[in-house]
């Protein structure tokens, strides 16, 4: 299909990890990102991907790239309540004019203490 | 460094009407993107601008417009708002809007009502 898939929703107790998971459908898609949105907020860039790489540790954030099963994933370590958000998969999809970002439609993510 | 600016941060206009928003990005960008956010569509691209030219276009109707200064700040326009309108509008900067690298940078949003 067309769509980036993400699950909806995702709870976590603070002080566990969480994995985020995603699905996307360019297999020519040369970036993979994770943003963040806040209540009241736009999106915040969290961490991004190459498709040439497996994964990227950034401190607490963990991204893995299966290119073969077109699957990416976040994972948090360590989860605080003030990790709460949503969280979307972004994938870069070339075309003839340029480049548009397509998102998945977000898993939010609720962290009890 | 300013991050991303979105005026207005609210709005509400009733069917029928026309609206533009505005945004000015990041010193030194010269890519605006502009999505359209909905609970049950999620985010949608509308349209992007770079050195003041529409580079890229979703699958929005014609009612969706917008244009980029010399100065890079973009507006949007909704013509003959419709209640489906309603939304969060997004824009988003990027330094050149490289083909293989967007690195997009946001705003907070204009939430648009439609009554």
């Known amino acids: 299909g067309e769509d980036v898939e993400q699950s909806l929703f995702l709870s976590v107790r603070e002080g566990d990890s969480s994995v985020i998971n995603c699905t996307y459908t360019d297999s020519s898609s040369t970036y993979l990102y994770w943003y963040k949105q806040e209540p009241g907020a736009g999106l915040q860039l969290l961490t991004y991907i190459f498709s040439n790489m497996d994964m990227k540790q950034d401190q607490r954030l963990t991204v893995l790239l299966n290119k073969k099963d077109k699957h990416l994933s976040l994972r948090i370590a360590d989860t605080q309540t003030g990790d709460s958000a949503i969280y979307f998969c972004?994938?870069?999809?070339?075309?003839?004019?340029?480049?548009?970002?397509?998102f998945g439609k977000g898993t939010t993510l609720s962290v009890s203490s | 460094k300013a991050g991303v600016t979105q005026t207005p941060r609210y709005l509400i206009k009733t069917r029928g009407q026309q609206v533009t928003l505005s945004c000015s990005p990041i010193?030194?960008?010269?890519?605006v993107s502009w999505y359209q956010q909905t609970p049950g569509q999620g985010l949608q691209f509308l349209f992007e601008y770079f050195s003041e030219t529409q580079r890229n276009k979703g699958n929005f109707p014609g009612r969706f417009s917008g244009r980029q200064f010399s100065n890079s700040r973009s507006e949007m326009n909704v013509s003959t708002l419709e209640l489906g309108d309603s939304a969060l509008y997004l824009c988003?900067?990027?330094?050149?809007?490289?083909?293989?690298?967007?690195?997009?940078?946001f705003g907070s949003g204009t939430q648009l009502s439609v009554l």
């Open positions: 972004a994938e870069s999809r070339p075309n003839q004019a340029g480049t548009a970002l397509i």
């Open positions: 010193s030194g960008h010269r890519s």
């Open positions: 988003a900067s990027s330094l050149a809007g490289s083909p293989t690298n967007e690195k997009l940078f």
